[in-house]
């Protein structure tokens, strides 16, 4: 089995990349943001060869409702990941998403995010306490590394979305161009080997 893991500089992705990659699993990373390495530190400790450093750019969404930031990015996330999975041949898509924890993680808006790929979406971490996570991280060694340096952080309205409805983002969504943003992103992506 191969998968993608949305690795972020943070506790949870290592970890939830970790607990598949312990049950066999062949993971490919996708970074949203510039070169790190402190990510390829993390992708190196749960044995990942290649992460894709994918240019982490909203301004397509200039003119879409701002309280469904969140929900774009997320979805926009998905929507490269599952074209770069099918690059490389992965099935399925891995992140460290934990259920409530901030505002793209609410259950109603994991369904809006789930709804832009047909790719499935493995959620290892969704009902564990960050305590859990905490305790993972530090067995597993990513522990010091994830907290050593702040990693990107995301910007967020001042208002967002908690319960947001599929029709609305959708809709929010078609003042921008997509299908283009993920083609451009896909296409500057940086990849990376890492031993």
Not at 165 to 170: D, F, I, T
Request: aromatic share 6%; net charge positive.
């Amino acid at each position: 089995m191969k998968a993608i893991l949305l690795i972020s500089g943070g506790i949870d992705s290592p970890v939830a990349g970790r607990l598949l990659a312990d049950k066999g699993v062949e993971l490919v990373g996708v970074h949203f943001g510039e070169e790190s390495e402190k990510v390829k530190k993390l992708a190196m400790n749960i044995g990942i060869k290649k992460i894709f450093f994918v240019p982490h750019d909203l301004s397509g969404f200039g003119n879409s409702e701002k309280k469904y930031t969140c929900l774009y990015c997320k979805r926009l996330m998905l929507r490269v990941a599952e074209k770069i999975a099918e690059k490389e041949k992965c099935g399925f898509i891995v992140t460290g998403e934990n259920l409530g924890q901030v505002a793209s993680q609410t259950l109603d808006n994991m369904f809006v995010e789930d709804k832009a790929v047909k790719i499935k979406i493995l959620r290892p971490l969704l009902t564990r306490d960050k305590e859990e996570t905490v305790t993972l991280a530090k067995k597993f060694g990513t522990y010091a590394i994830s907290i050593k340096e702040a990693h990107e952080c995301c910007w967020l309205p001042k208002s967002v979305a908690t319960k947001a409805r599929l029709e609305a983002v959708e809709k929010e969504e078609e003042k921008a161009n997509i299908k283009n943003m993920v083609e451009e992103c896909v296409r500057k992506a940086k990849v990376i080997e890492v031993a």
